[in-house]
């Protein structure tokens, strides 16, 4: 809340490179980060609420990006990615479907990771690897634990 990130070109830059906006068209990301900025102070977020939001915003429907809004405004809510699909075995939605078909297998498919998540977290296994993550990485011992499984999912790759 301490700076508007509709505005902030530094904000916008790291933001970009950390989460890949920078693909984007600049009156998209000019969307994008004024509704990042408009959802901001409402801590409760949902990620139904930035889906549609974004969807009304631009005319498209960003499973991806309307989680990474969510993500940054609620610390404890997963990123909805290809590469945490895959590696909780969740099937991407298909994206020949009219938009409102899209949003709702979107909205789905995110529950499925939240369902995911909560089921992670209360394994014995999961205690382990946070405990190795904050070892490992105790510049980052301030993340929330979702966070952190946002992170290691995202980086298992092949």
């Known amino acids: ?47 139904p609420q930035a889906l549609n939001a974004l969807y009304n915003s631009t005319g498209r429907v960003e499973a991806s990006f309307a989680s990474k809004i969510v993500a940054t405004i609620r610390p404890e ?23 409102d078909e899209k949003i709702a297998d979107a909205v789905r498919t995110y529950g499925e990771i939240e369902m995911s998540y909560d089921c992670a977290r209360h394994s014995d296994l999961f205690s382990a690897l946070m405990t190795e993550f904050d070892e490992h990485f105790p510049k980052f011992k301030h993340f929330t634990d979702v966070k952190k499984l946002d992170i290691f999912l995202w980086q298992m790759r092949k």
Not at 20 to 43: I, N, V
Not at 77 to 99: E, G, M
């Open 77 to 99: 809510k997963p990123v909805y990615d290809s590469f945490v699909l895959k590696n909780l075995q969740l099937n991407k939605p298909a994206y020949y479907k009219k938009a």
């Open 1 to 47: 809340n301490l700076t508007d990130v509709s505005r902030d070109e530094r904000y916008q830059s790291i933001f970009n490179v950390f989460y890949g906006t920078s693909r984007r068209s600049s009156d998209w990301r000019h969307k994008y980060y004024t509704l990042l900025e408009d959802l901001k102070s409402d801590k409760l977020t949902e990620y």
